[in-house]
Structure formats: C-alpha cells, structure tokens
C-alpha cells in the first residue's frame, strides 16, 4: 500500500466491531489498534480500572503507531470522538464502517452474549451512535445493518479490499 491508510469503526458498545476488525486483520495482514485490550490490560495492572491511565497508554500507543505511518485497524467506535480521531489520522486514508442496527436487535446480540446493561447507559451509547451518523453521514464508507448483519464479516472484507485497491 503507498498511502498509509486506517479502517475505522462506529458503532454502539457490543455491536461487532471486534469481529469485523479481526476477520479484516486476518485477511488483509494489516494490525489492529485495540483500546479494549489496553482497558482490560490497566484493570489487570492495577487492579481497579482507571480511566486517566486508561487514556494515557492509549494516548501514548495511538502516537506510536502513527509515527511509524502503517497501515492498521482502528478497532475502537469513534462515535464519541469523531472529530479528534479525524484529526490525529490527518494524512491517512480512511475507511469508516459504521454499524447502524436497531435497538431491537442490538438488545439481542447483546442477549445472546450475555451482556448486562442498564436501560440508561444503553441508550446513552445508542444516542451517541446516532449523533454521529447524522453529523457524520458523508464521511461513512459502508453501513452494516439488521438485515446484512449476518454477512457483515464478508462485506466489510470486499469492500475494504475495494478501497485498498482504488476501485
């Protein structure tokens, strides 16, 4: 690839963006920048989850990896960030996956994954997914929905193999 480029996920909490971001991984070779590995690795270092500390080594390790100018998997939602995300990935080319399901079937998924959630924090997370497709609409690349869910994986690989390769 000449350009450095990064895929980039929006979506609510547990609506398959780790999935697509390591099926994408797999088959294009490319890495993954994960801040829920990085959460999980804050909790198990110091025993308690500490979002300063959380936000220091994420900071610290989305530097590195933009220094270096490759190409990689942003497996995090944007959708609370978007506009400084856009600003640290200035000079990549994006591609933004936003997945765009129904609060009904969200609630499956996460029923079927044996999510927790609270009614509130729920629709907090959906609301900020819905407030940056609006404001955000032009800058999405492929939307994954309710009724193409089930070949999201397949998808998300064909399209981002079109964008790679220029068509």
């Known amino acids: 690839m000449k350009n ?12 398959s963006k780790s999935p697509i971001a390591n099926y994408l991984s797999w088959n294009l070779g490319l890495p993954i920048f994960n801040r829920d590995i990085i959460r999980t690795e804050v909790r198990e270092d110091i025993r308690v989850f500490d979002i300063e500390e959380f936000e220091r080594r994420s900071l610290e390790r989305l530097k590195r990896m ?45 029923k079927y994954k044996g999510y927790l959630y609270q009614d509130a924090e729920f629709d907090k997370n959906y609301n900020e997914h819905e407030k940056f497709v609006k404001e955000y609409a032009g800058k999405i690349d492929l939307s994954i929905t309710d009724v193409v869910f089930k070949d999201r994986l397949e998808i998300s690989l064909k399209e981002v193999e079109k964008w790679l390769n220029g068509v």
Do not use: C, H, T, W
Not at 4 to 15: E, N, T
């Open 66 to 110: 933009l220094k270096m100018r490759r190409s990689f998997i942003l497996d995090a939602s944007i959708d609370r960030k978007g506009e400084e995300i856009f600003s640290q990935l200035e000079g990549y080319e994006l591609f933004l996956i936003s997945i765009n399901l129904s609060k009904d079937f969200l609630k499956k998924i996460y």
């Open 4 to 15: 450095s480029k990064v895929i980039l996920f929006a979506g609510p909490i547990g609506s």
